[in-house]
């Protein structure tokens, strides 16, 4: 019984350790799209790799694994083609983009 209770206390260890591990080599990227009423979403895409948010008030964040991403800024408006922004997350760096001005 003890040895089973041992076991699992290492298996779950283990995984909380994983976990944290692959936080702190995440990197970040902040910002704000203008006009905020016109944006809709932000997508982060990495190979089959992908991340959403949705801008609060035109500001948005977002963590990412290091590697070059290809940020998509979607719009809410009818025929209004999403703005791309390429960008490349170093292990453990802040990114602030700045104000991001959406396509017309």
């Known amino acids: 019984m003890r040895k089973g209770i041992l ?4 298996i779950i260890l283990m995984v909380i350790c994983i976990h944290a591990e692959r936080l702190l080599h ?12 016109d944006a809709s979403s932000i997508i982060a895409v990495r190979g089959n790799d992908s991340v959403k948010v949705v801008s609060n008030d035109g500001h948005f964040g977002m ?5 070059n991403w290809k940020l998509i800024f979607a ?7 999403p703005t791309e922004r390429r960008v ?3 292990e453990g760096q802040h990114i602030k ?3 991001i001005r959406l396509s017309r």
Request: proline share 6%.
């Open 88 to 90: 490349r997350v170093l």
């Open 26 to 37: 995440k990197g970040s990227i902040t910002g704000r799209v203008s006009p905020a009423r």
């Open 7 to 10: 076991e699992l206390g290492f």
């Open 75 to 81: 719009t809410n408006k009818y025929g209004v083609l």
């Open 97 to 99: 983009l700045g104000e």
């Open 63 to 67: 963590e990412l694994q290091p590697g």
